[in-house]
T-cell receptor, first 114, second 112 residues
């Protein structure tokens, strides 16, 4: 079945450091790929997405590129801020239409210190 | 627009008690979902609905029931609470032709 694997956490970085969070997937066909972010005490928010190979999703300084050849969708940011401290989830949706569902990775906690 | 709302925010239950977690949306989305989030485990789909009157099981449906009588509301029912149901529960919605989901703020449930 479909699955998403995220790198083990937690991750602690200093402000202005470079961030990479790895995500790889297994799915049939050509899934859509997502990064969701969960700030403390809140629900998940869509951060960015990509729907086909070589697409790059971007938002709030974060970027991720859909790599079909390596089945990956790694999240990157050039300079993190304290306000980026949150839990990040990689997810995929392999079926279109009414029965479309999200499959999530386990999530990774990012802490950014001043 | 309130988006997706969930009540209550927190609840403590005793083993064997029952309760209903409420989810409401004003986005006119056809599709609605219930997830549970356990530490280090990501989100698991409990039930989902593709429209009023239509529901289906997700990955972890045991111990839960749902109904969908209107487009706006999608309550989740726990009949006999067990400690294994201690979790954070999220409701989400999705619009027709879209693949991203929109999440509510969650309900933290503890069963003692």
């Amino acid at each position: 079945g479909d699955s998403v694997t995220q790198m083990e956490g937690p991750v602690t970085l200093s402000e202005e450091a470079f961030l990479t969070i790895n995500c790889t997937y297994t799915a049939t066909g050509y899934p859509s790929l997502f990064w969701y972010v969960q700030y403390p005490g809140e629900g998940l928010q869509l951060l960015l997405k990509a729907t086909k190979a070589d697409d790059k999703g971007s938002n709030k300084g974060f970027e991720a590129t859909y790599r079909k050849e390596t089945t990956s969708f790694h999240l990157e940011k050039g300079s993190v801020q304290v306000s980026d401290s949150a839990v990040y989830f990689c997810a995929l949706s392999a079926i279109t239409g009414a029965n479309s569902k999200l499959t999530f990775g386990k999530g990774i906690t990012l802490s950014v210190r001043p | 627009n309130a988006g997706v709302t969930q009540t209550p925010k927190f609840r403590i239950l005793k083993i064997g008690q029952s309760m209903t977690l409420q989810c409401a949306q004003d986005m006119n989305h056809n599709y609605m979902y219930w997830y549970r989030q356990d530490p280090g485990m990501g989100l698991k789909l409990i039930y989902y609905s593709v429209g009023a009157g239509i529901t289906d099981k997700g990955e972890v449906p045991n111990g839960y029931n749902v109904s969908r009588s209107t487009t706006e509301d999608f309550p989740l029912r726990l009949e006999l609470a067990a400690p294994s149901q201690t979790s954070v529960y999220f409701c989400a919605t999705r619009g027709v032709g879209r693949d991203e989901q929109f999440f509510g703020p969650g309900t933290r449930l503890t069963v003692l």
